[in-house]
Nanobody, 129 residues
Framework: QVQLVESGGGLVQAGGSLRLSCAASGRTFSSYAVGWFRQAPGKEREFVAA????????YYSNSVLGRFTISRDNVKNTVSLQMNSLKPGDAAAYYC??????????????????????WGQGTQVTVSS
């Protein structure tokens, strides 16, 4: 089992940047594919970005493609989400999630929230216009 803790959220002006981090404890993080999701008030949770165990594969939602970058450091047990050119529509609670994978799946990412077994508590991102 792995525990996830997000950090790095805050208030930023439109056009600004934030870097979110997801720190894992418990079992080694390198056996997990990781995704970032977000949920704004009154809206459903939506996929943002995902990265494979190997870090060889990444995927982004159309709404953040070209502005956000997901990366991981399996030595430090962290996954980061660099968010640039932030828009008011990016404001939400951001959650990281982890899915244990076997060696066969090391280059795969997952975009459905139902695929993930472990979730953090979330970090709030607010973007002022």
């Amino acid at each position: 089992q792995v525990q996830l803790v997000e950090s790095g959220g805050g208030l930023v002006q439109a056009g600004g940047s934030l870097r979110l981090s997801c720190a894992a404890s418990g079992r080694t993080f390198s056996s997990y594919a990781v995704g970032w999701f977000r949920q704004a008030p009154g809206k459903e949770r939506e996929f943002v970005a995902a990265i494979s165990w190997s870090a060889m594969s990444t995927y982004y939602s159309n709404s953040v493609l070209g502005r956000f970058t997901i990366s991981r450091d399996n030595v430090k047990n962290t996954v980061s989400l660099q968010m640039n050119s932030l828009k008011p529509g990016d404001a939400a609670a951001y959650y990281c999630a982890a899915k244990p994978v076997t060696h066969k799946w090391i280059n795969y990412y997952f975009i459905a929230d139902l695929e993930y077994d472990y979730w953090g508590q979330g970090t709030q991102v607010t973007v002022s216009s």
